[in-house]
């Protein structure tokens, strides 16, 4: 059976900087995504044209647009780059011009040419989940994402908050906190372990 090797991580978004490179849905679609999740994102486009509702969510998330062709000197100080444009010539080239400046590049809708994916985000407060399907199926995840936002409940984050409290106000070294915020976090898998039966 296949197995998704990808490492989740979080990205501290507003602290690096994002190219999109397209204007039309697609780089819509991925602006959208990013702003959701992280509305103070650090994001730049460049595209001969941008729609008009991606003008006016680039003006609402403080994201700079760029009119013109893509071209290899938009990488400059950029960490992360989405390619997104209906010329797939273009999006080799900036696949591989990211290659060749160690830049982590997605290419939208084709695997081959992507160093992460864009999966299904799901955000309760203080609580994100990341899903993927490991680039095969961005509608399974979708689906898993309303799954989960329908089954976390909203006030999860008091939850964390509260719990959050409770770690700073335990004394003693590091293995000590541990066992305890174990025993306290013990009830949420026992209660559905019961669930299940």
Known sequence: MERNNLYPIFLKVSELSVLIVGGG?????????????????????????????????????????????????YLKGKHIVVATTNIPEVNIQVFQDCRKLDKLV?????????DFYMGGIV???????????????????????QFFEDVIPENI??????????????????ETKVERMNEVTKV????????KE
Not at 157 to 174: A, C, E, P, T
């Open 25 to 73: 849905n697609v780089a819509e679609e991925k602006l959208n995504f990013l702003t959701k999740s992280s509305p103070d994102a650090n994001i730049t486009m460049v595209s001969p044209f941008f729609k008009g509702e991606t003008k006016a969510l680039a003006e609402k998330h403080n994201v700079e647009l760029i009119a013109d062709i893509y071209q290899e000197k």
């Open 123 to 145: 955000t309760k407060g203080n609580i994100k989940v990341a899903i993927s399907t490991n680039g095969k199926s961005p509608t399974t995840a979708k689906r898993l994402r």
């Open 157 to 174: 984050d008091q939850m964390v908050q509260n719990l959050n409290m409770y770690r700073k106000s335990i004394k003693g070294n590091f």
């Open 188 to 195: 949420l898998v026992d209660s559905a372990d019961e669930n």
């Open 106 to 114: 997605n290419v939208a809708d084709n695997p081959p040419y992507c």
